[in-house]
């Protein structure tokens, strides 16, 4: 059998998280200027969501310090709005509008045309050349200096390239360039070479894919009367109904304006509209008002949602929005997802942040991290990322008699229960146990799959895996570090990064991210021949399982918590302050 999961109805709930970067640099350190109850729902009502998670060709870690070094708490101004890509890196973006709409040219003002009930594919007109290669960053910095390695760079005979980055305002600096695809063994050569000739390039620049765009820049509107060209982004401005955006596949409705811009060297579909309204559909897609119909829950999930955002506002503005609408960011569907029972808990909660205060004294907001299920206890921040200690981010047991681990039901007791894939004698009360089945779950892999597996995560092949270990566990008992001992030698693999190694094989036979790091691994042992014939995994949660579990919020509102005790339980010694 190649998985098992419990057989209790629940959704596998989106597990979002907002990632994690370096002090005083949202970008990589090389780059830092300084440095429910059982049976009542079934899975097919779960929502379409999954976690947000660290995307790992950029950063180990990019998201989380930057708000733990961001500004001093400042008021968000009321009307600000929020911009979500959501048609990012696309060719053509098809939107229009459901109702009377006028479409400008952003950076003239100057009416395009209008329309109504219409769509139409925004295209870059074909003066428009953009070219992608591999360019190793070296720094993220000031002008000043941005000018010195820029021109030694230069002097050296390497190419270079400089972009400003607003969200830690400082100019990337690059030095050295390379074909795609990457190229590991070509890159670590120019790397040396370009090391050796400037010293101040520190050992851990890295190389990122980069594309450039020259010519003229034309946005092409087709539509039925013919081809309107613009100079600048495209913007739909609806007057009545709502604007439509996506790909000429596929296209959703959304509130607000829609505005398709360069992003780059492609386009990107943008959604621009107030926070409370893009809220409306986030929290659906997050916490699903019809799987969970906990408003108390679901106003824990706005306010939650709602910190991550404000925080968040121009995250990605190099992209030319704020944030993404999946689990890289949170959740968002637009105006289609949103429920009645989610938009009463937003409106319950309007302006409402969760903040804490920094050692200086100054009042500063939450990085907001959230997760689907923590399999009994959650994880301190640094468990699960490169990252200092956050005081409100400390592993507490999701558990109503108190904070003593004993009373969570451990893996132990899972592993030696008679019936491994229900909890029930043993739940002793945790909160999200009802609600999640996800809560508890055994995967197992042949000995060729896990070779596949492993040989994956390597990059060559393994052979056989003789063992896997793991050496090193955090507080809430979650893998910190885990060794995959094969013929071909033993690889290494730490943190939240762990799940993406260890991949499980699922129903279609496709290797799947692990659900969390909170498991026990075990050889199959052939009884006869006494030869490891694969390996089984004990695991608990889904998520990395920093702050708020989001099954565990269902569970407490059901139990007669209000929205601020499940924040205040989940995130320790924070506030609730009104934003805006």
Excluded at 41 to 57: A, C, K, R, Y
Excluded at 276 to 281: F, N, Q, R, S, T
Excluded at 397 to 406: F, I, N, S, T, V
């Amino acid at each position: 059998m190649r998985h098992r999961i419990p057989r209790v109805p629940l959704r596998a709930g989106l597990l979002a998280l907002a990632v994690a970067a370096l002090a005083a640099c949202s970008d990589q350190n090389p780059v830092a200027p300084s440095s429910a109850g059982a049976g009542r729902f079934s899975v097919g009502e779960e929502p379409d969501t999954g976690e947000v998670f660290v995307d790992l060709t950029t950063s180990e870690d990019e998201g989380f310090a930057a708000a733990e070094a961001g500004d001093a708490f400042s008021a968000m101004a009321v009307g600000q709005n929020i911009r979500i890509g959501v048609a990012p890196g696309v060719s053509t973006v098809r939107t229009g509008g459901t109702g009377d709409f006028v479409v400008v040219n952003k950076n003239t003002g100057a009416t395009l045309f209008s329309g109504s009930a219409e769509q139409f594919n925004v295209t870059l007109g074909s003066g428009v050349v953009t070219t992608s290669s591999r360019r190793l960053q070296v720094s993220c910095t000031t002008v000043a200096n941005r000018d010195v390695l820029l021109g030694k760079g230069t002097a050296a005979g390497f190419a270079t390239f400089t972009e400003f980055f607003a969200t830690s305002n400082c100019w990337r600096v690059y030095i050295g360039e390379r074909p795609l695809p990457a190229n590991t063994a070509g890159e670590a050569a120019v790397k040396a070479q370009v090391r050796a000739a400037i010293p101040e390039v520190p050992a851990d620049a890295f190389w990122r894919t980069i594309t450039i765009t020259t010519g003229v820049l034309r946005y092409d509107i087709a539509r039925a009367g013919g081809v309107v060209s613009s100079s600048g982004p495209v913007v739909v401005r609806p007057v009545s109904g709502r604007v439509v955006i996506g790909t000429p596949s596929a296209v959703r409705q959304y509130r607000g304006v829609a505005e398709v811009v360069r992003s780059q060297g492609a386009l990107a579909g943008v959604n621009e509209l107030p926070m409370e309204e893009y809220l409306y559909g986030v929290v659906p897609r997050e916490l699903g008002p019809v799987a969970f119909p906990e408003l108390e829950a679901l106003k824990a999930q706005a306010v939650a949602a709602r910190t991550y955002a404000i925080a968040g506002l121009g995250k990605r503005s190099t992209d030319g929005y704020d944030l993404l609408p999946t689990v890289s960011d949170q959740v968002y569907g637009g105006f289609q997802d949103e429920h009645p029972l989610s938009n009463q808990a937003v409106d319950g909660t309007a302006g409402l942040v969760a903040t804490y205060v920094d050692g200086a004294g100054a009042t500063r907001l939450i990085t907001a991290l959230y997760s689907s299920t923590t399999g009994g206890h959650t994880a301190d921040n640094e468990e699960a990322y490169q990252a200092p200690p956050a005081s409100y981010l400390r592993g507490v047991p999701d558990h109503e008699r108190g904070r003593a681990l004993q009373h969570v039901p451990s893996l132990e007791v899972f592993r030696a229960h008679a019936n491994p894939a229900s909890l029930r004698a043993a739940r002793e009360g945790d909160f999200e146990s009802d609600w999640a089945r996800f809560h508890r779950w055994t995967f197992e892999w042949t000995a060729a799959e896990i070779s596949q597996v492993v040989s994956a995560y390597a990059g060559q092949p393994v052979g056989r895996v003789l063992a896997i270990n793991t050496p090193e566990r955090g507080p809430s008992g979650r893998v910190l570090r885990i060794e995959y001992v094969t013929e071909a030698g033993t690889f290494v693999d730490t943190k939240d990064r762990i799940r993406s190694s260890l991949k499980y094989i699922n129903a279609s036979g496709t290797p799947t991210s692990l659900l969390s790091t909170l498991f026990f691994i075990e050889p199959v042992i052939d009884r006869q021949t006494k030869e490891v014939t694969g390996f089984r995994a004990y695991g608990g949660g889904f998520g990395h399982g920093v702050g708020l579990s989001q099954t565990g919020a269902v569970g407490m509102a059901e139990k007669g918590h209000t929205f601020d005790q499940i924040l205040k339980h989940y995130y320790r010694d924070i506030s609730l302050t009104q934003w805006y």
